[in-house]
Each structure stands twice: as structure tokens, then as C-alpha cells.
């Protein structure tokens, strides 16, 4: 056993974050934590790692055990190079790695000191003998996945977003028997996420992380800590199946809450006919009565629906014309052209550092391009969720930052609704609204500007990843909204279901700053992304294949009779060409239901229509493949 949790509990002023947590964790176990932002989630992690004290209750740890944790603000040497910081640790491997990478340093600056060439000589040993060269090839791996090639470069030299990743790397190198990770995935394109999940699957020592990307806990997790309102659950499986459980853990208490209910009722017309507690009998059923009563269980059945009305767009939303921009001669947009259409829904894909905020600080009218036109349209407005919470002054509570914004704001349906009211739709009750922002946390901050952005009405919506930092239940509300959204989204997002979810296309940036664009959401990309590596690889194994002699060919030709075989029409070649794309994006559709199908287990009414559109989703599909099939069989004959 690793680690025994027991009735842990912790509280923040006059509010219980997280009370009477109990579970266990075994090597191998991965734990994903999940929970409205405030709910204690990077505070659990702290007590763990014991950075902060438990107000009750006991962690009891195994003997030996190594916990390693990824804080969200890890703070580094700046004098250091990248190995250095990444071999910083109390165990002898690390202490003889990180000995050697400053002895080498210091040899390069005093390239004859004899003393400093002993003592590299005496650490290679002691690092042959402890095998850590293997250690040090993981640690440049690891590294240059993340990103960062120039080990040698010091700690001052390296983005913000570097240093963020190099945090994750630190973590990821350090030998451990536990590892805490808070967000791993923020600051992180998809392509590394994607290599960072693989990489944790592997992994043999037990996890507990936060994270908020959904495809990331469903890969990873293998169980699910829920906090609520200062409760806990635990459930076995992944995300998917934490939602199914969850749903028949809530059918369970809201059975047993009518039933509450009911029994209430009955005792309350009993007492009310007079009913005195003169026997013993009768004091235990009055009793019973009040100690019910106070059993209520806090079902929240709300449905959030945030479709704003918006300002009309014209015929002119964004227009982009043969957009540049450069920085120091380097290329960060090639010829870009666009026109922007009204109901677009867009995601900006590529790698950090490319350019993706830039391209929207372009659209927004923010940042000129070096040469080419930008048209917005007159009836455009545009809301822009950047990733800083800008002008919020924390001196003021969270009603009157938004009631700067507007009072009350129109809902598609023409329903007008107060600021407050949108507020508690948007997961701030009424308490939490009086609460200085300067008391709120992280993720609660996000939310509240997200908030501000949407009550300015606007009909153009851009993202900058707007996942970051928002809980699972806020990234429900905001693709709620999204449906339902009349006007143009354009978003940059590392998080994958949100892309697959929303993107009607994207845009993704290529080497030399241009950017190709795709129809469907990121599954379809990889996908063909996929299925171009696999031809160009299929190419390079037919030219080795090819080398029957031109004599052999004719040999062949004149002595066998060949049938005549059917090829494309122009009409099946044009076919041919969409229905990649028309069976990614039905897949994704099908998906997307599935999941919906998992997140309304107990609205049956919405459950039947998600099972009519699940059957007719398959049905085409099973049509597509088919005919895809059929078509492939003749493309290879047209060849």
C-alpha cells in the first residue's frame, strides 16, 4: 500500500472544502481528481504533498515512500542550466548526475583545471556504477518531448511556457513511488498531451492528478475522486464510467430523498392530528421525525442553458487577405486568407510558440498584420476571452465587475435576465457573488471573466484557450452555450473533446507559418494526418518492391488475359474525395452523443432522443463505411 487517506478534512475560513475523504492507493493506481473550481482540488493535492496542514484526519504513507508533485508555480534557479534543475534531488543517482552536470559546466569555463577533470572522471564512475546514464538519456527523452532541446541553456533564457514545461519534466525524471500532478496539461499543444498520456500509462508508480482535459482522464484514470459542496466519492474506472456511476449514484439518492420526502409527510399529518410524545413509543416516532428531517440529501438537478440573444451580424463578419506577420524575420503567418462566415465554429491548432494567439490578436483588431488587410464588419462585436483575466480589480465582488459589463442581458428565447440571476446560472450563487474576487480561486476567476465576456452580448466569440483553468462542469456550460451561440466562434484549444466537440473545421499551422485547413474537428486532422504518413511510408516500401525488369512486365503481359476492371467516374472520384471526411465527422457526431447519452442516464425523455439520433448516427455510418469500401476498391483499380 502506498498511501491510507483517513477522514481527512479541511476547511478555508468558514468554508469546508473537502471533510471525512477516505480512500487507499496502490502502486500502479492513477486517480484523477475532478470538481467545480473553489472545491479544494489543488489544496487536496497540497495536504498530500505536505506543503499545507490538515485541519482533521490522517494521511499514513508506507515506509520509504517518494512523493514527487508538480506544483502549477514551480520556482527555479536562474542561474541554472536545464540539467541542472532537472536533476536536483536528494536520492545518490540524482545528487551524482547534477554533480556532474556542474563540475562540466565548470570545466568548460577552466578548460585546464586538472582538479575539475578528476572529479569528472570520478563522477562517471560513481554514475556507471549507480547505471544512471540510462537515467540521463529518459531525462533528455523527456525533455526533448516537451519540447526543449537546448539542455545546456539557462533557466533566464527559457518563455514562461518553457518553464512550464520544464516543471512537468522535473516531476516526470525524479524517481518516485507517488506523483502529484496539478494540471498537467495546461501550457501543453496537443501532440505533447497526447505523447504525455501514452507516457503515463506506462507509468509504475501511483498518480493523483488534476486535470480538466476529459480525453486525458479517460485514458489515464483508473479511478475518479469526486469533490462536492465538501463531500467525497470515489469511483472505479475512468472518466466515462465515473459519469455512468455517478448518474446511478444520483438516481440512488434522489430515490431515497422521495422517500424522505414521503415519510415526512405522513409523520407531519400524524403530529398535526395533536399526536402527544406521552409514550415511549410515540417520543422515538417524534424523533425519528426531526432526525430525518435533517437527513436532506442536496440533489441538484439545474439544467444550464446560456443561449444569448446577440446583436445581428451583417453580411460582413472578418474578412483576412493575404495576411502576414513576421518578428525579427521570422515568419509567424504566411498568405492567410479567410473570410469568416456567420455561424462558423473554428479552432486554431499547432504547436506552442507558433502563433496561434497571434492570429487572434489579428482578428480581433488588436495586432496589425506586416502586410495585408483585416475588414471587420460594421454590425460585429466581438467578445474575447483572453488567457489573462484583464482590467479585474480583485478589490470588487463579483457582482459589480460583471454589473460593469451590463445589469440584465436578453436570452435567445427573448427572456431577460438579471445579472445575478446569470451569475447563478453560471455556478455563482448568491454568497459567492458578495465574496471579494481577491478571495476566489483560480479557476473561479476564469470563470467570472468568461462570464463578463458573454454578458457584453457579443456575435463574435474569440478563445484563447479557454479550457485552461475552468472546471468539467463551467466546459459543459460553455459548450452549452456554444450550441447555442448565433454567431462566429473561433477558439485555440490544446483540449481535444472540446475541438472534436465544437469545431466545425480547423486551422492548423504548418513549419513556414501558413496554415491548411481541415473540415471536422481533431480527430479527422490526426486521422488524415495518420493516413498521409502511412502513404508516404506505403511509397517508399513500393519503389523498393518495384524492381521487376521492363522484359518481365512484357512477359507477363503477353501471356496473361486480364478481365476489364471497373474504374472511378468522375462522379465517384468526387465522392471519393469527401467521404473521409464525411465518416470522420459522423464518427465524431456519434461520439459526442454516446457521451451525452452517459451525461443524461437519468433524463429519459432526453435519453430516448439521444438513442433515436445514436441508431441513426450508426446506421449512416455502417452506410459510409461500406460505400467507402466499394470506392477504395475501385480507386485502387483506377491506379
Known sequence: MILTIENLCKTYGEKILFENVNFSLSSGDKIGIVGVNGTGKSTFIKVIAGLIPQDSGNIIAGKNIKIEY??????????????????????????????????LAQSQ??????????????????????NGWQLESDAKTILTKLGIMDFSAQIKTLSGGQQKRLALA???????????????????DSETIAWLEEY???????????????YF?????????????????????NYTQFLELKTAREEREEASEQKRQNFLRNELKWIRRGAQARSTKQRARIQRFEEIKNQKVNIDNSKIEMGLAGSRLGRTVIELENVNYTVDNKTI????????????????LGPNGSGKTTLLNIIAGILPPTTGNVNIGQTVKIGYFAQKN?????????????????????????????????????????????????????GEKRRLFLLRVLMSSPNVLLLDEPTNDLDLQTMSILEEFIDNFNGAIIFVSHDRFFIDRLADKVFVYQQDGSLCQYPGGYSYYKGIEEKELAALEKGKNTETKNTISDTEKTSKNTTTKTEPVKKLSFKEQKEYAEIEAIIAETEGKLKVVQLQMSQNASDYGKLNELTKEETALQEKLDYLMERWAYLEELAENSK
Open 390 to 442: 484583464i482590467d479585474m480589480d480583485e478589490r470588487l465582488r463579483p457582482i459589480e465587475y460583471i454589473k460593469e459589463v451590463a445589469h440584465h442581458i436578453t436570452l435567445a428565447d427573448g427572456t431577460q435576465l438579471s445579472a445575478s440571476q446569470l451569475m447563478e446560472r453560471f455556478l455563482f450563487p448568491g454568497t459567492l457573488q458578495w465574496t471579494p474576487i481577491s478571495k476566489l480561486s483560480g
Open 217 to 237: 482522464l479517460d485514458s489515464v484514470a483508473t479511478k475518479i475522486l469526486e469533490l462536492d459542496k465538501g463531500k467525497s466519492y470515489v469511483y472505479t474506472g
Open 200 to 214: 503515463l500509462q506506462k507509468l509504475k508508480c501511483a498518480l493523483i492528478m488534476v486535470t480538466h482535459d476529459r
Open 170 to 188: 522535473t516531476a516526470l525524471i525524479q524517481p518516485c513511488d507517488l506523483l502529484l500532478l496539478d494540471e498537467p496539461t495546461n501550457h501543453l
Open 109 to 130: 569555463k577552466n578548460p585546464h583545471d586538472h582538479k575539475l577533470q578528476e572529479k569528472i572522471i570520478k563522477l562517471t564512475s560513481k554514475i556507471d556504477e549507480l
Open 70 to 103: 508538480l506544483s502549477q508555480d514551480k520556482i527555479f534557479n536562474p542561474e541554472n542550466t536545464i540539467l541542472m534543475e532537472v536533476f536536483q534531488g536528494n536520492q545518490p543517482i540524482m545528487q551524482a548526475l547534477y554533480d556532474y552536470e556542474i563540475t
Open 333 to 348: 503567418i504566411k498568405n492567410f486568407t479567410y473570410t469568416v462566415l456567420r455561424n462558423d465554429r473554428i479552432g486554431i
